[in-house]
């Protein structure tokens, strides 16, 4: 059984920073894109984030572009996400993703090809 499992949410200060982490399990993610959404509430899911396979692409929803970095990690079946400047309304719960598909290593997917979801992880920014 596919599991992605979130980590690092928590509540900061605007101005401050947290990192997300995001680990797969349940079968190889060696070849699959990977990504960060978000919701707010009252809200829909947002793309935040998507990384390739081999960590060399990248594409970042505007909202987020300067402040947040996503990266993969040496297993590849990991995925972070570096959030810095932090803005009340980045307030959401953050939603790690993978695509289940096989794809050339710098291959970006669309946000609606991603597979797998985890359960989020609440991130809350306070002003």
């Known amino acids: 059984q596919v599991q992605l499992v979130e980590s690092g949410g928590g509540l900061v200060q605007a101005g401050g920073s947290l990192r997300l982490s995001c680990a797969a399990s349940?079968?190889?993610?060696?070849?699959?894109?990977m990504g960060w959404f978000r919701q707010a509430p009252g809200k829909e899911r947002e793309f935040v984030a998507g990384?390739?396979?081999?960590?060399?692409?990248?594409v970042y929803g505007d909202p987020v572009k300067g402040r947040f970095t996503i990266s993969r990690g040496m297993a590849k079946n990991t995925v972070f996400l570096q959030m810095n400047s932090l803005k009340p309304e980045d307030t959401a719960v953050y939603y790690c993703?993978?695509?289940?598909?096989?794809?050339?290593?710098?291959?970006?997917?669309?946000?609606?090809?991603?597979?797998?979801w985890g359960q989020g992880t609440q991130v809350t920014v306070s002003s």
């Open positions: 993703a993978a695509d289940g598909s096989s794809h050339p290593s710098d291959y970006l997917p669309s946000v609606n090809e991603y597979d797998y």
């Open positions: 990384c390739s396979w081999s960590g060399g692409n990248t």
């Open positions: 349940g079968r190889t993610f060696s070849w699959s894109a």
